[in-house]
T-cell receptor
Framework: DTEVTQTPKHLVMGMTNKKSLKCEQH?????MYWYKQKAKKPPELMFV???????INESVPSRFSPECPNSSLLNLHLHALQPEDSALYLC???????????????FGSGTRLTVV | AQTVTQSQPEMSVQEAETVTLSCTYD???????LFWYKQPPSRQMILVIR??????QNATENRFSVNFQKAAKSFSLKISDSQLGDTAMYFC????????????FGTGTRLTIIP
């Protein structure tokens, strides 16, 4: 299995809703990432988990709450979002550099989020 | 902090021709990784090619090859015999080998292959 699976593919939520994005990989990667991508822009890093521990938070507002329950799963909990948070949310995973078979980053196909 | 610059926002080329996408970067590190990613309208970010800075030989993957000039901090992507399926956004990206695993992207080049 060489894929990163993200669900749902599309999500529309109101500003008072609580929802979660899910990401799963079974490649044995020990680093997992959340990126936010606005239209015609490059992905912007939000969070990095290494060995299931949060290692980077790029000053993301607290209405975004990441969670890494185990080495294969990564969640992004959403609460009280704003319309400007509408974007494509990409999950990625990687083997940590310097470890065997490090092969770069593998991305999921993303969740298209619309906040109304 | 590392920066990645792609100076060509858009490019177009006839099918079967060769096209080169430019990328420059800035870093004080001696060893690092460079990537080219392709993002078609389907939005999946697909790894095209990868280069490790300590390897002097340029990476190649079928029709895709890079020209890695470490001293000039340049990492261009050449696509030979371009195909309609190559139409996509192409991002150059940098990753350090030290500390965190952050991947830094350039602003992207939108490539259109014309039939």
């Amino acid at each position: 299995d060489t894929e990163v699976t993200q669900t749902p593919k599309h999500l529309v939520m109101g500003m008072t809703n609580k929802k979660s994005l899910k990401c799963e990989q079974h490649m044995g990667h020990r680093a997992m990432y959340w990126y936010k991508q606005k239209a015609k822009k490059p992905p912007e890093l939000m969070f990095v988990y290494s060995y299931e521990k949060l290692s980077i938070n790029e000053s993301v507002p607290s209405r975004f709450s990441p969670e890494c329950p185990n080495s294969s799963l990564l969640n992004l909990h959403l609460h009280a979002l704003q319309p400007e948070d509408s974007a494509l949310y990409l999950c990625a995973s990687s083997q940590l550099f310097g470890t065997p078979r490090d092969s770069g980053y593998t991305f999921g196909s993303g969740t298209r989020l619309t906040v109304v | 902090a590392q920066t990645v610059t792609q100076s060509q926002p858009e490019m177009s080329v006839q099918e079967a021709e060769t096209v080169t996408l430019s990328c420059t970067y800035d870093t004080s590190e001696n060893n690092y990784y460079l990537f080219w990613y392709k993002q078609p309208p389907s939005r999946q970010m697909i790894l095209v090619i990868r280069q490790e800075a300590y390897k002097q030989q340029n990476a190649t993957e079928n029709r895709f090859s890079v020209n890695f000039q470490k001293a000039a901090k340049s990492f261009s992507l050449k696509i030979s015999d371009s195909q309609l399926g190559d139409t996509a956004m192409y991002f150059c990206a940098f990753a350090s080998t030290f500390g965190n695993e952050k991947l830094t992207f350039g602003t992207g080049t939108r490539l259109t292959i014309i039939p």
